[in-house]
């Protein structure tokens, strides 16, 4: 597992979901006020530690897949 992700989980569980709030790490980037890079990166070293994409990336921004979905759901329980 990539340890920098399993250092600050839950910074990056709650990417995670700005990110399927408003569909677009651009505003997941803003929300947080870090750089759009970072929370791609973050995102992207989660997917790589669970196996599987959690985002359909497109021009127009991102999109959950069912793997993403299931991720959120788990998320949202843990913030509530």
Same mark, same amino acid.
């Given at each position: $597992? /990539? #340890?920098?992700?399993?250092? /600050? #989980?839950?910074? &990056?569980?709650?990417?995670?979901?700005?990110?399927?709030?408003? +569909?677009?790490?651009?505003?997941?980037?803003?929300?947080? %006020?870090?750089? @759009?890079?970072?929370?791609? +990166?973050?995102?992207?070293? !989660?997917?790589?530690?669970?196996? @599987? /994409? !959690?985002?359909?990336?497109? %021009?127009?921004? @991102?999109?959950? &897949? $069912?793997?993403?979905?299931?991720?959120?759901?788990?998320? &949202?329980?843990i913030f509530n």
């Amino acid at each position: $597992p /990539n #340890i920098s992700i399993f250092g /600050n #989980i839950s910074g &990056t569980f709650l990417l995670l979901l700005y990110a399927s709030k408003y +569909k677009s790490f651009v505003k997941a980037a803003k929300e947080k %006020n870090i750089a @759009v890079s970072a929370v791609s +990166k973050r995102i992207l070293d !989660l997917e790589k530690s669970v196996g @599987v /994409n !959690l985002f359909y990336r497109k %021009n127009s921004g @991102v999109e959950l &897949t $069912p793997a993403g979905l299931e991720m959120q759901k788990h998320c &949202t329980e843990i913030f509530n």
